[in-house]
């Protein structure tokens, strides 16, 4: 329901909009990493990790589920040639530490090995996902959303109504699903995505990795909770890491291939083509981008994907 209340809400954003999205359109080319994503992260991730935490503890999944950062940022840069400097491997490592360390709350820590590995797939279908999304993270991030939460709520909404035990929840239940779907499902992965395309999925995966501390802040302005020991060094940790993260500019003399694709774009040095007529920016069309070499602060999103000697 949260998917779907999320799908629900997108689809009248863009229904309801005036004006016409000047994002690149999704093609019958992005067909398979959407479907890729839908299945793994959209169905597979979330069924794994509720199969996971009916035999787990509180703190053992909590733990656990902090694995989808470093499975993205392993996959973007063994696979999908993303580079992180030094300084940058520190910053998201700091990160990282960090959310395990607001994890820590106290409980008991236990609970069976099958459980640990179902959760720890659902963190390796996650990382999948995110790498997936990058791909196609120069598409509309509305309609990727949407598509996205629409499939995947239908899927999900299915296995759960195949249960023997499935029942419909009542109206107000389904409202509040809707509203916190439209945010915390709809939004959200709308600026991921935006993320994704900007940072790329590694360094992505550290910043996504600071959600426990923003849940931590939340608990002690909403609820008045005292904060832990395990909390204050953890947001420390994640603190430290992003300003360092912040403060990196990574620059070299590279050179771009050539390459012909459609995105979101203004007329800046990397996009240096002749229109018919007048044009309003950013707009986006098919273009291409010639061989070209220079040296300016980039990071490795999908027009940086050069190889670094160190």
């Known amino acids: 329901m949260l998917y779907l209340g999320a799908a629900t809400t997108l689809t009248i954003y863009r229904f309801v909009g005036r004006s016409k999205s000047r994002e690149a359109q999704i093609t019958s080319h992005d067909i398979a990493p959407i479907i890729g994503i839908i299945f793994f992260g959209g ?16 703190l053992t999944g909590s733990l656990l589920l ?6 993205t940022a392993l996959i973007a840069v063994g696979l999908m040639r993303e580079y992180l400097g030094p300084h940058e491997v520190f910053s ?43 791909r196609v993270s120069l598409r509309d991030p509305v309609a990727v959303a949407r598509i996205k939460t629409l499939a995947a709520g239908s899927c999900v909404l299915l296995i759960a109504l195949a249960q023997s035990d ?6 107000t239940s389904l409202m509040w699903a809707a509203i916190v779907g439209a ?8 600026l991921d995505v935006k993320a994704l395309r900007a ?42 890491g992003v300003v360092t993260f912040v403060r990196q500019k990574h620059s070299h003399l590279h050179a771009h291939e050539t390459i012909f694709h459609e995105h ?31 040296a300016h602060p980039h990071v490795s999103d999908l027009h940086h994907r050069h190889l670094h000697r160190c």
């Open 264 to 294: 979101l774009h203004v007329h800046d040095e990397h996009h240096q083509h002749g229109h018919d007529g007048s044009i309003v920016e950013p707009h986006s069309h098919a273009h291409p981008h010639g061989v070209m070499a220079h």
């Open 199 to 240: 940072l790329g999925a590694a360094r992505e995966s550290a910043f996504f990795a600071t959600a426990p501390f923003v849940g931590a802040l939340l608990s002690i302005s909403v609820f008045w909770e005292i904060p832990s020991i395990w909390e204050i060094a953890g947001a420390s940790l994640m603190i430290i």
């Open 66 to 71: 902090n694995l989808e950062g470093p499975f």
């Open 183 to 190: 945010f915390c499902y709809g939004t959200s992965i709308v």
């Open 43 to 58: 169905v597979l991730g979330p069924v794994l990790m509720l199969l996971g935490l009916r035999s787990l503890s509180a």
């Open 92 to 134: 998201a490592a700091t990160i990282m530490l960090g959310g395990v360390l607001v994890s820590l709350q106290p409980g008991y820590f236990g609970g069976s090995w099958i459980g640990a590995v179902e959760i720890t797939a659902a963190c390796l279908s996650w990382a999948i996902d995110n790498n997936l999304t990058q």
């Open 166 to 171: 499935a029942r419909i929840p009542r109206p």
